[in-house]
């Protein structure tokens, strides 16, 4: 009971404006895909089309291998979850959840409605609410019947449009976990809308992040993170704001990053930064790409602390440099740091995201051939799933 | 239909039958028009007849030797001082309706006084009352008051018949401006009229735009009430003149169609402007609430 | 009415004394004082032009009225005549008939225009406008259109009629016909009127309902059976009760397009009114029937009322 | 916007629009008496009759330059109630003119000036004899008062075409029996381009319940003695009633020379049709003649009118008398102006002018062997003088006859729709006069 879904040069345009322009996109059997971008950015769209809400200008959508282009939602056997539930009000919740079953076409039996609806209603905890009307209903609970009228008919494709939204930050985290395990038990396509990063790096098999109509990365939750295809991506994604500096990677006499006639020091590691020595960069430095070193550590500058945050285990310190490039880094809570300090600091190489500056376009370096590439996804790993919990 | 044809063949299946399905609705959008519209246009083409024409059978649909005579007749007549009586009448009208409608409406929105449920239902009752029935009465009654025969008489019973719907439609519409708005502004010390003026109503514009529209259309079309409340040429309204040419002896086709049509193309311009706020306003407002 | 009154609402209670003078709440706020205000233009308005000619009419009724002279006291007697008449008791047949008949034509198209006329969409936009245009023109120049259209001379029922063998076929001297035709006219300039009120109710109903019930598979009639229709209720009955009281009086279709006839079959409420009064002099028997025909509007009126209370009551 | 203002703005646009009025009627002289009167006749129009009226109100004007006559058109219908009405109200006119309907209505409400008194009494006895058409005369006469004067009178008549009558080789004159007219209409009833349907039907007749005219079932039963009432009461249902009601309704149903759509055509509509060529024969007010003469596309020298036949064929029915008559409101503050302008709209000049200009039939004996009535064109004015002068029928002033005409078009439609019989059908048309009394 499930299928790939697939768009081909998919254009849609709102009078002048692209909402989305040339998708292309696939998902494959079984897959979590999150879409995953700012408002406005097409996942609505993209979400709308695929349902068959939206018509495309240009291009072709396939579920299967069935083009659908032509065929209304009706047809299309997905099942999606809205924004606000669009819980129908006139209903309650039994009517509510038997109501796709009843509207296709095929007669069944009550019966069988009736244990399908019990079945759900245990999976998602409804029992007692069944004969209840939407308005009776907390947020949550309206969320679960949205979600359980979804599951009822066991459709190939599943669309979520921001479901989680309207819930609190603690019951969104619940729900977060609760779809997934969904995912897992019930193994459909699931095609997920968010402007929430952390929802989509802690669900997806693969994230698609948009931006002005334009797909612009579409990759596993890691190679997001991680390897971010460009600028927009590696802002988008991450606790916080990205940093970004105009300059270049500089080996003489050690290497370091150049930037405002500073040369802010590297420590070594397993990347082959000299490759791109020379050349105008922009740096994109999220918390994780800068360290707290003793003054005496090979490579290290030197910062004055300007404002300390405590933010659960780890603080997260507030640095500037010697001509005023305000940089921040995570240390754990235990460190004595006070606003003033003067410190020292590196730049870790493996958590560094260099960008062509014309272009935006994330620069790719050639591995070393040493062994010590083995180091670099634990520690990345490490950082990525910080930043999920962090972010939520 | 050779599937071979280059120009059709790089255009896929689903493609042409949106296309398709987009032509057939623009063909029934045009069919919903065209009925709509088709006795109207007949009368537009026979405003164009000559006289003579107009008395052949069978009628011509479209006319043979187009001419302005009739509109030219009807500038000559002074057609242009009752269209401006009856722009005056439905300006006071609406103004009025307006006016003392949404200080009414806001009074019955906001305002918890006794009576006030009971009001809104009188409101609802009034709208409802058949004019014609009232007519003869109405006659005595205006007479004794001395405003037979004069537009500030025929304006205030316009704004009499048309105030129960103006405050139906903006005391549905009040009711969905948030009222955090107006705890703000009697916090800064704004009093209940301020309010009203300072808050409310420029927030109101597509309620406004609803009844002054329903509130306009009575009052440019009717002839019902015209007719028998006035009978000097100089408060005689544009309805009235054209009900005049159904004259005593036979009716004027031409000069009929074409005052008709020049009292129609007020409205429809009007409407057309107007016709997203007029849908808004009954939207959020008059039927909602 | 969500305000409450203002000095519980701002909670500035002076601090109790020890003994409670007496102080009674004053007859009326200075707020119910500023709303009797607000709302005395309103009630003096139709107070003196609806209200007050409504009693005077009722005086009438009670009375042979000559020429506008009040000749003789008849008491109910005029009722009496009124309700023996068999031009009311016909009319009252013709005006069920058509009221009943244009009510169903006039809200199945509307509602249809409002279903398929939903989406703010360029061409929707114009089919609107154009709809809405036999209703706000004249609906005396509007009928006396029509009616051009309906005379065997327009050669218009020929031509439409010819082909099927009917070519002779007169509409507006066959009273079934001229019934249909008074229908049809009320159906051309109050549709878009019922459009205009369902359209509103249509559009207060959150798209995502429609979205939703799609991608559950519903078709489009399992939809509009199912979420359409039930949300719909109160506006449609609105709908229904405006239109009923509209057709139940209206006097200028009937007067412009079958003046009546044939035979009295077309002659509705509003046209006896109108003979009784203008066309036969026989003002104390009008004015009873308005009387009448107003209190079977009252019934109405009160359904209007209830339903109006119940949506009030059902808002959020 | 307040109250105040916007009712301010209401006085001063009200004022503003008189004041415009007043210059564009008044002209130059100050020194000038305003006499206003309502007729149903817009002298800004063109219609032969309001360009008649037009050049009298000029006439008297040039003769009188202290007085001027300020024409203000209404509704037909409402005029006469509205008049009666504002003599208790206030805001009359100083001039109305009355139709045959309400001349009953007229004395009854005490509205209008006693023109014996005013006009008449100046006049010799044999100006007054001068009026050949008594029944309009005495209509407005009671108790010694005049309370309106004639100005020209109609009749529901038959029009015909000479063109088509001719064709068929039909003499009009012949027409003198209630059968040879049928006769006619059958063999005048037509279907030129052989697509199966009338293109020219034999017999026009409004037989609408609003905005008649007489036909055959009432003048039918003007030939028994009598007439169809009894003071106040109606008397239809009689030998010569049913006869005449089954001729009118056979016309439609057996003889087939009337639409079956006459039962919903009023006057307007059958005069459209006779105008633009869909009947050879049809029934429409004498009154009319000069406009469809008009705008006749077969010539208005085609058009000629027949006096009314009747079952012997010895003598026509009675011609119907109505009409227009001119009134002047007895609380007028210029009775004396209002006077002079009647006495002028009465003068043989003027009913010369009705006759010349207005196509009317005149009304004063002296007129008859004028140069005008002797063209050839104006040979059905002579019909009707013939007509009228040989035997003539008024409706009873006294009574309210407005459902005579409309319950007798009902009683064709009870015949030839639902099959009743006509006597039941006369029955029902008394009880409705009886019920308007």
């Not at chain 1, 802002?235 to 270049?248: I, P, S």
């Not at chain 1, 790409?289 to 310190?317: K, M, N, R």
Request: glycine share 8%; proline share 6%.
């Amino acid at each position: 009971m499930t299928t790939s879904v697939q768009f081909r040069g998919v254009t849609k345009r709102f009078g002048s404006a692209e909402a989305l322009s040339a998708l292309d996109l696939k998902v494959e059997p079984g897959e979590f895909v999150s879409l995953l971008g700012p408002s406005g950015s097409g996942k609505s769209t993209t979400l709308g089309l695929l349902a068959g809400l939206i018509e495309a200008d240009e291009g072709e959508i396939l579920i299967g291998d069935r083009i659908v282009n032509d065929i209304g939602p009706e047809g299309r056997d997905i099942a999606m979850v809205f924004q606000n539930y669009a819980l129908y009000p006139h209903m309650t919740v039994f009517e509510n959840l038997a109501f796709p079953l009843r509207a296709r076409g095929r007669r069944r039996p009550e019966s069988e409605i009736e244990s399908r609806i019990a079945a759900v209603a245990h999976a998602l905890g409804l029992p007692d609410l069944l004969h209840r009307y939407p308005r009776e209903l907390s947020g949550g609970q309206q969320q679960r019947v949205a979600l359980g009228r979804a599951m009822i008919r066991e459709p190939k494709v599943f669309l979520l449009d921001e479901p989680l939204s309207n819930l609190d930050a603690r019951l969104r985290i619940r729900m977060r976990h609760d779809i997934k395990a969904l995912h897992a038990a019930i193994g459909s396509t699931i095609i997920y809308v968010t402007h929430d990063q952390a929802e989509a790096l802690s669900m997806s098999s693969r994230i698609a992040i948009f931006d002005k109509g334009k797909l612009q990365q579409y990759a596993s939750p890691f190679e997001i993170y991680n390897r971010p295809a460009n600028i927009f991506v590696a802002n988008f994604v991450g606790e916080r704001e990205t940093l970004f500096l105009d300059g270049a990677i500089a080996t003489d006499p050690a290497l370091c990053f150049r930037c405002r006639d500073e040369a802010l020091a590297i420590r070594p590691g397993a990347t082959n930064l000299g490759a791109v020595a020379g050349r105008p960069l922009k740096l994109g430095l999220r918390t994780e790409a800068v360290e707290l070193v003793p003054a005496d550590a090979p490579a290290a500058f030197p910062v004055t602390v300007s404002q300390i945050e405590l933010a659960g285990p780890d603080i997260i310190v507030y640095a500037t440099t010697g001509t005023g490039i305000e940089l921040c880094c995570r240390v754990p809570a235990n460190r004595p740091i006070a606003r003033g300090d003067r410190l020292h600091a590196a730049l870790v190489p493996e958590a560094l995201h260099l960008f062509d500056p014309e272009t935006g376009a994330a620069i790719a370096l050639p591995a070393l051939e040493n062994s010590q590439g083995r180091r670099e996804p634990a520690a990345a790993a490490f950082a990525y799933k910080d930043a999920v919990q962090r972010t939520a | 239909m050779r599937p071979d044809s280059p120009g059709k063949a790089a255009i896929p299946l689903w493609k042409r039958r949106q296309r398709m399905r987009a032509l057939v609705r623009r063909a029934i959008n045009l069919a919903i028009a065209l009925v709509a519209l088709f006795p109207i246009l007949w009368g537009l083409s026979t405003s164009f007849k000559t006289t003579p024409e107009l008395a052949t059978f069978p009628p011509t649909l479209l006319p043979a030797h187009p001419t302005l005579e009739h509109y030219a007749l009807l500038f000559r007549t002074g057609i242009e001082r009752y269209m401006l009586n009856s722009v005056f009448l439905s300006a006071a009208t609406v103004i009025g309706c307006l006016a003392f409608g949404s200080l009414a409406a806001y009074a019955m929105a906001r305002v918890k006084f006794r009576g006030g449920n009971t009001l809104l239902l009188v409101i609802v009752a009034l709208m409802s009352i058949p004019l014609p029935s009232l007519l003869v009465p109405t006659f005595t009654f205006l007479a004794q008051l001395g405003l037979l025969d004069s537009l500030t008489g025929l304006a205030l019973l316009y704004i009499a018949y048309q105030l129960p719907i103006a405050v139906w439609v903006l005391y549905g519409y009040f009711l969905t401006i948030p009222i955090e708005l107006e705890h703000a502004a009697r916090v800064d010390g704004y009093s209940r009229f301020a309010t009203l003026r300072k808050v409310i109503l420029p927030l109101s514009g597509p309620g406004l735009v609803a009844a002054g529209l329903f509130v306009v259309t009575f009052a440019w079309n009717d002839f019902v009430v015209a007719v028998a409340m006035t009978s000097s040429d100089a408060v005689r309204t544009l309805p009235v003149a054209i009900y005049g040419y159904l004259g005593f002896y036979g009716r004027e086709w031409g000069p009929l169609t074409a005052s008709a049509i020049l009292s129609t193309i007020p409205v429809i311009v009007v409407f057309i402007v107007f016709q997203r706020f007029f849908l808004g306003g009954m939207t959020s407002g008059g039927v909602k609430s | 009415m969500a305000l409450p009154e203002t000095a519980d609402y701002w909670g500035s209670r002076p601090p109790q004394p020890l003994v409670m003078p007496r102080r009674r709440r004053p007859l009326l706020s200075a707020d119910e004082i500023r709303a009797y205000g607000f709302v005395a233009p309103l009630v003096v308005l139709e107070i003196l032009f609806v209200v007050t000619p409504l009693v005077i009419g009722f005086y009438y009724s009670l009375h042979r009225v000559d020429y506008f002279e009040l000749t003789s006291f008849r008491g109910f007697d005029n009722y009496w005549r009124v309700l023996t008449s068999p031009m009311v008791l016909a009319s009252l047949a013709a005006t069920a008939i058509f009221a009943i008949g244009a009510l169903i034509l006039t809200l199945s198209v509307g509602l249809s225009l409002a279903l398929y006329l939903e989406q703010d969409t360029r061409w929707n936009i114009f089919a609107r406008a154009a709809a809405l245009v036999p209703y706000v023109i004249s609906m005396l120049v509007g009928s006396l259109l029509l009616r051009w259209i309906f005379s065997t001379d327009s050669g218009l029922v020929a031509a439409a009629l010819g082909p099927f063998g009917l070519g002779d076929t007169t509409i507006l001297a066959d009273p079934t016909a001229a019934m249909g035709a008074l229908i049809f006219n009320a159906g051309w300039r109050d549709s878009a009127f019922a459009m205009i009120l369902l359209l509103a109710g249509l559009k207060s109903i959150p798209p995502q309902l429609h979205a939703a019930a799609r991608v559950d598979g519903a078709s489009a009639w399992y939809r509009f059976r199912h979420v359409t229709l039930p949300l719909m209720r109160i506006p449609i009955l609105i709908a229904v009760v405006r239109l009923l009281i509209h057709f139940v009086n209206v006097l200028t279709f009937a007067l412009v397009l079958t003046g009546g006839g044939p035979n009295g079959a077309t002659q509705t409420m509003g046209l006896a009114m109108y003979r009784l009064g203008f066309l036969d002099a026989r003002i104390g028997e009008a004015n009873a029937l308005a009387i009448l025909v107003f209190l079977f509007n009252i019934v109405l009126i009160a359904i209007n009322v209830v339903l109006f209370s119940e949506r009030r009551r059902a808002a959020p | 916007m307040s109250a105040q203002q916007s009712r301010g703005l209401t006085s001063r646009a009200v004022a503003l629009a008189g004041i415009v009025a007043s210059m564009i009627t008044a002209g130059p002289l100050a020194a000038q008496t305003t006499v206003t009167m309502w007729t149903f006749l817009d002298p800004n129009k063109t219609s032969p009759r309001e360009v008649a009226l037009k050049e009298i109100i000029a006439g008297f004007e040039a003769a009188n330059p202290s007085i001027r006559i300020k024409v203000e058109p209404q509704d037909f219908a409402q005029m006469p109630p509205k008049f009666f009405l504002g003599h208790r109200t206030g805001g009359n006119p100083d001039l109305v003119w009355i139709d045959a309907k309400n001349l009953g209505g007229l004395s009854q409400s005490g509205a209008g000036a006693d023109l014996n008194a005013l006009v008449t009494k100046a006049w010799s006895q044999a100006d007054r004899d001068d009026f050949f058409v008594k029944a309009g005369w005495n209509a407005a006469l009671k108790d010694g008062k005049l309370t309106a004067m004639p100005l020209f009178h109609g009749a529901s008549v038959i029009y015909y075409r000479k063109d088509l009558l001719k064709a068929a080789g039909i003499d009009p004159a012949s027409l003198t029996t209630w059968d040879a007219l049928a006769a006619a209409a059958k063999k005048l009833t037509t279907d030129k381009d052989g697509d199966g349907r009338v293109d020219v039907w034999g017999f026009g007749m409004p037989l609408a319940a609003i905005k008649t005219e007489s036909t055959p079932a009432l003048i039918g039963m003007l030939d028994q003695d009598g007439g169809p009432f009894k003071g106040c009461k109606a008397n239809y249902a009689t030998p010569e009633g049913i006869k005449s009601l089954g001729f009118t309704a056979d016309l439609i149903t057996k003889d087939k020379v009337t639409p079956q759509e006459a039962l919903v055509q009023n006057v307007d509509d059958i005069t459209e049709q006779f105008t633009a060529g869909r009947y050879a024969m049809a029934i429409t007010s004498n009154l009319r003649f000069s406009v469809i003469a008009k705008a006749a596309a077969f010539g208005g020298d085609n058009i000629g009118i027949i006096a009314w036949p009747s079952w012997s064929g010895k003598k026509p029915a009675p011609m119907p008398v109505s009409g227009w008559w001119i009134a002047a409101w007895q609380k007028s503050p210029r009775l004396a102006e209002a006077a002079k302008f009647i006495d002028y709209l009465a003068s043989k000049d003027s009913i010369a002018k009705w006759m010349t200009v207005g196509g009317q039939v005149p009304i004063r004996k002296s007129l008859l062997d004028s140069p005008f009535l002797k063209q050839p064109a104006n040979g059905w004015m002579t019909t009707m003088v013939d007509a009228w002068s040989t035997s003539s029928w008024m409706e009873p002033t006294e009574c309210n006859t407005r459902t005579l005409q409309s319950a007798l078009n009902e009683a064709v439609s009870r015949v030839v729709l639902d099959k009743v019989d006509p006597k039941a059908a006369l029955q029902e048309a008394e009880r409705k006069f009886a019920d308007a009394q």
